[in-house]
């Protein structure tokens, strides 16, 4: 199974931007579809992007849809969210993990994740 590490959230006004890094560790990590996911308080946890292991291809939430970027560097076993013109709703603890039917994570275990707070 793949471990885990997620890193860059922070303290950000409405409209600004942070990039989130997903760092992995296995040889399986290349090979696997990738996504985002997110925690708000109260909230259960929701789907936010995904991307294909080839890099090619991405699906994005409807709320996130032209704000979000996510991509992946098989070489570092890394994959990103750039996270442009952020709302206070984005306001969560996002995480990375597998994907499988393009949404839904795969592996029943989580990371720490990395906790996104937006100011109004």
């Known amino acids: 199974q793949v471990q885990l590490v997620e890193s860059g959230g922070g303290l950000v006004q409405a409209g600004g931007s942070l990039r989130l890094s997903c760092a992995a560790s296995?040889?399986?990590?290349?090979?696997?579809?990738m996504g985002w996911f997110r925690q708000a308080p109260g909230k259960v946890r929701e789907f936010v992007a995904a991307i294909h292991w080839t890099g090619g291809v991405t699906y994005y939430a409807a709320s996130v849809k032209g704000r979000f970027t996510i991509s992946r560097d098989n070489a570092k076993n890394t994959v990103y969210l750039q996270m442009n013109s952020l709302k206070p709703e984005d306001t969560a603890v996002y995480y990375c993990?597998?994907?499988?039917?393009?949404?839904?994570?795969?592996?029943?275990?989580w990371g720490q994740g990395t906790q996104v707070t937006v100011s109004s």
């Open positions: 296995g040889r399986t990590f290349s090979s696997l579809p």
């Open positions: 993990n597998a994907v499988e039917n393009n949404i839904m994570p795969k592996f029943g275990s």
